[in-house]
């Protein structure tokens, strides 16, 4: 009987190497989303700090033109931590976009692994029949070669 062959070895190649590019893309999205991370701690820190600058201390004095420049600073540090909070909020929305795709394209090989096994067993059996027959022949013309 002839060797087994999966008809959609392609098909499973071409689905592998998906899941891994998915895999890689999510690999991607992460680093981006602990940068994005570390970008929003950053800017939580200086617009504490900034917060803290721009409040007078019981005994400083200030003019009204360092009052205005102080909370200018602290307005733009907070439009930074803003900034900051909806750039980590779209990387969460793109690794789970990539956690989806790795999902699905995992699942997709994943059926193809099974049809696969599926169709391999199936071939083990019909050979493993085809056997078993020709080796019933055999018997049954040894017997009626020794019967006469």
Known sequence: MKRFTFTLES????RKQLERQALDDLAQELGVHA????????AGGFATAARAAANLGPREQATAQDLVRREAFR?????ELGAAQA????????VEARRLALELAAHE???LTRLRKRRHEEYRLRSARVEEAAL????RRSRAGGAT
């Open 75 to 79: 307005e733009r540090r907070e439009r």
């Open 35 to 42: 940068r994005e991370s570390r970008a929003l701690a950053e």
């Open 136 to 139: 019933g022949d055999i018997r």
């Open 87 to 94: 750039a980590l909020a779209r990387q969460d929305e793109q």
């Open 11 to 14: 098909l499973y190649g071409l």
């Open 109 to 111: 090989r994943e059926m």
